[in-house]
């Protein structure tokens, strides 16, 4: 019974029966579509493809081109989200006014707005544009609550040492922020890399990108769904690996432990 709480507790040994189970679930749809390759694709031609195309300076262009973009917009959006919700978190009356841009942000869909861009921006652009739009409210509102939670005890301490504005929001209101506005950057980090790729397939862009590979695999292949699984098989990796380093900086940092101390 111990062993057995030991197993099930132990998240390595759960993360490595997880992936077992995924590629099983892969293999058993594959046996029900009928083992066709321009249904789906097996998990270990899939798996054979995508090794194929790592010998190939193609791939790490796309990958170099998704990541570019996608840091771009991402920087985009923290900027301008942090300085937003500096300012409504300095004036909480302000929320009224973005509330509904903040909600009419998360509810249009992805599409229309990869559509919208795609007509102003252009083909190479619009992806980077996207990720801003929806990476924006994310870090608005980590930075507004992060703001919203600094004790009052402490303000009410720093009004009656200095009642200057800007030393309030430098020397304290924004290192006391700094926490939750951190977390909201990191979870929309790996976020941000999955809608570029979503924003590339979508806009059909001509540039370098995974989500243009996948695409291009999908219209030009001879050979079924293959290199497109494989294409999007790296992806996943990608994406695995960035989420990796995410959940490390989370632990290192302790930001989860900081926000729940507060």
């Known amino acids: 019974m111990k062993t057995f709480k030991k197993i099930i ?57 998704s990541l570019e973009r996608m840091l771009i917009g991402f920087g985009i959006a923290s900027i301008l989200g942090i300085i937003v919700g500096v300012i409504v978190g300095n004036y909480t009356n302000l929320k009224y006014v973005f ?33 801003a739009i929806i990476v924006f409210p994310m870090v608005y509102e980590a930075t507004v609550s992060g703001y919203n939670h600094v004790p009052d005890e402490i303000l009410q301490a720093a009004r009656v040492d200095s009642n ?23 979870s929309s980090f790996a976020l941000s890399f999955k809608i570029e790729i979503m924003a590339e397939v979508i806009s059909g862009s001509s540039s370098y990108g995974l989500g243009r590979a996948i ?35 989370k632990k290192v940092t302790k930001l989860n432990d900081l926000i729940e101390a507060k």
């Open 215 to 249: 695409q291009s695999a999908y219209i030009n292949s001879t050979t079924g769904l293959v290199s497109t699984f494989a294409y999007a098989f790296i992806a996943i990796v990608v994406m695995l690996i960035v989420s990796l380093i995410i959940a490390i900086i």
């Open 9 to 65: 507790s132990n998240k390595y040994l759960l993360s490595i029966l997880g992936i077992v189970f995924f590629f099983l679930l892969w293999t058993a749809i594959y046996f029900i579509a009928g083992q066709r390759q321009s249904v789906f694709p097996s998990p270990i031609e899939t798996i054979q493809e995508a090794f194929s195309y790592l010998g190939d300076a193609y791939i790490y262009k796309c990958i170099w081109g």
């Open 164 to 186: 200057n504005r800007l030393y309030t929001n430098f020397k304290i209101k924004f290192p006391l922020s700094f926490p939750y506005i951190a977390l909201g950057l990191v």
């Open 99 to 131: 509330n509904p841009t903040m909600i009419a942000l998360k509810a249009i869909p992805t599409a229309a707005i990869v559509f919208l861009f795609l007509v102003m921006a252009g083909l190479r652009n619009a992806p980077i544009y996207v990720v």
